[in-house]
């Protein structure tokens, strides 16, 4: 006798289960087996608090990349209700160049971005000492924080979400060098330095959230840094 279906479950919004459904959309994968989920990252403390959010005992696998040798994480678990539910919120089999918007209620929209920061976005920064004007130089620093996504469609959507409840404003590029690689073009969501010390102020709106505490901290740590700077310091050039 086949086993009977199971019903379907509509599991309760909270913020773990949208960072959980933010770090699903980035890296994570459901099998064509209609049962299987799968997490995949570089960064093992990352699949600890996926693994505490949703209250899993599985084990963690590891395996070595060929190329760069360097190790790869990932874990798996087998939850019929949960990838029914999950397909009902926009994630699907094989969804990198065809996912678009999430439907997620608004109140747990900035959780959700702090998991797709994690799994597929970057803060990064750097001096930039190429500036002149009238002879003089001056350093400044940069810093950025990106979003990326294969599908035009599904970045179009947080681009306009992102703008529509945090009132913070990017800017939506295409990476055309891909374009020109015959390579499918990527899409990035991008914020400038001020824009971006909102965007943190906004995603990390209270202690003890889950989220990848190395990102936290240098989110932190600029911050600090803008707050201390002074006026531009210039040098005349001999």
Known sequence: MPKPKLPYKNFKWTPKLAYVVG???????????GRHIIMRSSDRSLLKTFRLCL????????????????PSYRIQFGNVQFYNWLTTVGITPAKTYTIGPIRIPDKFFRDFLRG??????????????Y????????????????????????????????????EIKGALLCDKSRILKNHVPLWEIKFAKK?????????????????????????QRLSKLVDKEKRRKYTKVS
């Open 23 to 33: 770090l699903l959309v980035t890296d994570g994968n459901l099998s064509k087996d």
């Open 55 to 70: 209250n899993l005992k599985n084990k963690i696998g590891k395996t070595y990349n060929i190329l760069t040798k360097k």
């Open 116 to 129: 797709h920061l994690d799994g597929d976005g970057s803060v990064y920064t750097y001096q930039d000492r």
């Open 131 to 166: 500036n002149n004007y009238k002879g003089r130089i001056y350093t400044n620093r940069r810093i950025y924080t990106n979003f990326c996504s294969a599908s035009q469609t599904h970045a179009s959507w947080l681009y306009n979400k992102i703008l529509a409840l945090s």
């Open 195 to 219: 824009a971006s010390i909102k965007l943190w102020q906004w995603i990390y709106y209270q202690e003890n959230l889950p989220c990848l505490k190395r990102k936290m901290v240098l989110t």
